[in-house]
């Protein structure tokens, strides 16, 4: 089974950098995400890394580059386009003609056809197909090879809430089995579930990489909320002691920069009455924000606050 | 590079437009070469022949009138869309990155293809032609050979003009990356742009000395290819003499080429 190297790789157009220096590694057994705002370089660094796009740095895949690979797809599966197929060549024929390619059986074909669930429209153009079923032929392409490696590119794009599920579960149960699994999303909450390992970044630069949990403890975000009828109090006494406080409601602390239990000891070495002591675990959806914040390509302005229409 | 021709031949035969075009190659030369040969008998039959009347006729049936030197051929440019949806295709929709994760070297995409198309193009223009051929000795058998030995030459030289031409259609899409262009461009320099450069150098007059330089524009040089009545008296002559009009034709088919190969190897899937 194969490590992801990425060193160094970089990309620029018309001078404006859209991935710079860019180096992760991706272990095999587990579902690396790779996450970043639009416009940052994810679909960039993945044409990079297949030697689709000219740029510097190298990927290699157990220490060799993709364009030294024989027969390619026996070891790197890919999905980098919404519908990578022309629209009027049957979906059985476009995987036969990627086998081929790869001197893989046909039986092979019928496998994986099965695999995504599309026997049924096999020998139907692909012109008719929902944004779903052109992700799952652009899957069933990228398993035909029975890979070591995997490398999608927003794969759960069009998919239906049940078709997300059997997604996630399905590269699971192939990161399981000890493959590579290098995935884009820009649904977080889905990758929060799927992925063990986290690739993060923003305008083309490297900002975390590391195990989800790591990347979402490390976030601002995860506090410590205190309800207490001596807020001044014992806010002062956080603060005294290092601790960060806001006081967003009536009443009510939230503690950053010490643990539960230390805010719940200073509470009590002091005598200040407690109503309420609990974690605020920060979510990889926020973990994200707080890091990518300013990392954004194109930014939008925030709604403006609603106005009460007088209707009198 | 199996790899690759595996893949190109599987391509080539899994696509509709594939199929249609070859069918109004064949249905189009045959039916062409009917109505020619049909007209030309029942002519003879009513008036009798005349002296020189017979010249090229054969090669005239065979490559629905190309032998002339008047027109270009309309098998080999229906054939000729072919090798532009080679390239356009994968431009088109999004399957150059499919290609190129499929089949991870440039050079063994690009080979392919231009191997695959040209094959093609040539089996299926050797066979109208060959058809149209049968067609003739069914409506001339009195008055000729059709397959006479420069017949059979003719039918080596448009086969070869027609993988000339499948492959200039490849390159220029390939360098430009787009079909719709490249279809319509296809058209339009042979029949709009060399007429319009004749017509220029007909009207200015500081032009009309040198008309003689238009036998160099490429596909009027590619006409010479199978051209059987006109006469020239050297290679690069006034006009070309088929070996000329091949090099030249072929020569401006291998730079396309060449640099297609080029930019396909630097660019950007």
Redesign the interface.
């Known amino acids: 089974m194969a490590t992801i190297a990425a060193r160094g790789l970089g990309k620029s157009y018309g001078g404006k950098p859209a991935v710079a220096d860019l180096s992760f590694d991706v272990e095999p057994g587990s579902v690396t995400g790779f996450l970043g705002p639009n416009g940052s370089g994810k679909s960039t660094t993945m044409?990079l890394m297949?030697?689709?796009?000219?740029g510097a740095g190298s990927t290699t895949f157990d220490g060799r580059r993709?364009?030294?690979?024989r027969?390619?797809?026996r070891h790197?599966g890919?999905l980098?386009?919404a519908?990578?197929?022309?629209?009027?060549?049957?979906a059985r024929?476009?995987l036969?003609?990627?086998a081929?390619?790869?001197?893989i059986p046909r039986t092979r074909v019928d496998e994986v056809l099965a695999l995504v669930g599309l026997t049924e429209v096999a020998r139907a153009k692909p012109k008719s197909f929902s944004m779903g079923m052109g992700q799952r032929l652009g899957l069933a392409?990228a398993l035909l090879g029975e890979p070591h490696t995997l490398i999608l590119d927003e794969p759960a794009n069009g998919l239906d809430p049940q078709g997300i599920l059997w997604m996630r579960l399905f590269l699971k149960s192939l990161a399981a089995e000890g493959r590579s699994v290098f995935v884009s999303s820009h649904l977080l909450s889905e990758m929060a579930l799927m992925a063990d390992h986290l690739v993060v970044i923003g305008k083309g630069r490297l900002i975390a990489t590391g195990p989800v949990e790591e990347f979402v403890s490390s976030a601002q975000a995860n506090a410590v909320v205190v309800r207490t009828p001596e807020i001044a109090r014992l806010g002062d006494l956080l603060v005294a002691r290092g601790a960060r406080v806001e006081t967003d409601q009536p009443g009510l602390l939230t503690v950053t920069g010490m643990a539960a239990d230390a805010v719940g000891d200073v509470a009590f070495d002091h005598g200040v009455r407690l109503h309420e002591l609990s974690n605020k675990v920060a979510t990889l959806e926020e973990a994200f924000l707080e890091r990518t914040a300013g990392a954004e390509e194109f930014q939008a302005h925030p709604p403006a606050p609603p106005v009460e229409r007088s209707d009198a | 590079m199996r790899a690759a021709l595996a893949y190109e031949w599987v391509r080539i035969r899994t696509i509709r437009s594939t199929w249609w075009l070859t069918g109004l190659a064949v249905v189009l030369g045959v039916g062409i070469s009917t109505l020619f040969s049909w007209a030309i008998h029942h002519d003879f039959s009513r008036s009798g022949i005349n002296a020189g009347d017979l010249d090229g006729l054969g090669a005239a049936v065979v490559t629905q009138l190309a032998a002339s030197g008047q027109i270009p051929s309309v098998v080999c440019f229906v054939l000729a869309i072919l090798g532009i949806f080679a390239w356009g295709h994968e431009y088109r929709h999004g399957m150059i990155r499919a290609s190129l994760t499929a089949l991870n070297s440039r050079w063994s995409l690009w080979v392919a293809k231009y191997v695959v198309v040209g094959l093609w193009v040539a089996v299926i223009a050797f066979v109208t032609m060959l058809l149209s051929g049968v067609v003739g000795i069914v409506f001339l058998h009195d008055y000729l050979s059709v397959f006479s030995a420069q017949t059979w030459s003719i039918i080596g030289r448009e086969v070869l003009y027609g993988v000339l031409l499948s492959w200039l259609a490849m390159a220029f899409t390939s360098l430009t990356r787009s079909q719709a262009f490249a279809l319509t461009s296809i058209f339009l320099w042979p029949l709009l742009i060399e007429s319009l450069v004749h017509v220029f150098f007909l009207l200015v007059p500081g032009l009309r000395d040198h008309t003689a330089v238009l036998r160099f524009l490429p596909f009027g040089a590619g006409n010479r290819m199978v051209d059987v009545l006109s006469h020239s008296t050297s290679t690069f002559g006034d006009p070309l003499s088929p070996l000329g009009g091949t090099i030249v034709f072929g020569g401006l088919t291998v730079l396309l080429m060449a640099a297609s190969f080029a930019l396909f190897r630097s660019r950007d899937a």
């Not at chain 1, 297949?50 to 000219?54: S, T």
């Not at chain 1, 993709?66 to 690979?69: A, G, H, I």
């Not at chain 1, 519908?83 to 049957?90: D, N």
């Open positions: 044409r297949l030697g689709l796009d000219a993709f364009t030294e690979l027969h390619p797809m790197v890919t980098l386009e519908k990578p197929f022309h629209p009027t060549r049957k024929n476009h036969r003609m990627l081929a390619a790869n001197a392409a």
